[in-house]
């Protein structure tokens, strides 16, 4: 059941089915998918629904302050740069697809799993020169997973901000473009919950703290912030390289048939 993910035929009928308007957020989204959950689900409701749910052949790392509707356009550009078949793509996003009712320390235990057997993670950039999804601590977190895991990352932005970004690197300003998405600081990254923050920082600490003979644990939690944020930089600098290059054989000018 972790390992379900949706459709984009089931984020547009979901969008549509519950008339989400186009300034509705995923966390307001999310709201209301435990609202429609049967009571007492362990997972939601969407899970049971086969037809638009399999397994998840893509895991999504975003913010939840996208809006829905950008978040499908970006899935759906995804889909296309990568030449996938949207029938059967199918998206690890975490209000449709994580368990109801578990703790941050359940869902960290399980994730390095979920995005392992799951392969493919698209981290949606939006808007591209300050991606939220950059300020969010699990993002982040999600990110150096794969690092660690030497797990896939591909970058999903909008449409329009896919030309900006082809357009600012043919110039010659790739130096620019990289610069918007490497401008990391787990220390200032949010969370919906401030204990979510407060333990996944605590597990920064002790998991990448490399000055373990130094007795001053400031000092070893900076050493541990600043290796953190240089394994994410790493991320998204590959990520962007790989993305220009597939770029290369896609237009960004023209948007995929939604």
Not at 76 to 97: A, M, P
């Amino acid at each position: 059941a972790l390992l379900k993910g949706v459709s984009l035929r089931f984020l547009r009928e979901f969008a549509k089915s519950h008339s989400v308007r186009a300034v509705e957020t995923v966390s307001q989204v999310r709201d209301r998918v435990r609202k429609l959950s049967p009571k007492g689900a362990a997972m939601p409701y969407t899970s049971v629904q086969d037809e638009l749910v399999d397994r998840a052949t893509v895991f999504v790392c975003h913010a939840h302050s996208i809006t829905l509707k950008r978040l499908i356009e970006a899935l759906e550009f995804y889909v296309h740069t990568q030449s996938l078949d949207k029938g059967h793509t199918y998206f690890w996003i975490d209000c449709f697809s994580a368990a109801l009712t578990t703790s941050t320390a359940e869902i960290v235990t399980h994730l390095a799993r979920i995005e392992q057997e799951i392969g493919t993670v698209a981290v949606v950039i939006e808007p591209w020169e300050e991606p939220a999804v950059l300020t969010r601590t699990w993002c982040l977190y999600e990110m150096v997973q794969c690092r660690v895991h030497g797990i896939t990352i591909q970058l999903a932005p909008c449409p329009g901000d896919a030309k900006e970004m082809i357009a600012r690197v043919r110039k010659g300003d790739k130096t620019g473009v990289e610069r918007g998405l490497t401008r990391i600081d787990v220390r200032n990254a949010t969370a919906d919950s401030d204990g979510d923050v407060t333990h996944l920082l605590q597990l920064i600490e002790h998991g990448f703290g490399t000055t373990a003979n130094v007795r001053d644990s400031s000092i070893r939690s900076e050493a541990a912030f600043t290796h953190f944020n240089a394994d994410v930089r790493a991320v998204m600098r590959a990520a962007l390289g790989t993305w220009i290059q597939e770029m290369t054989t896609v237009s960004a000018n023209k948007p995929p048939e939604i």
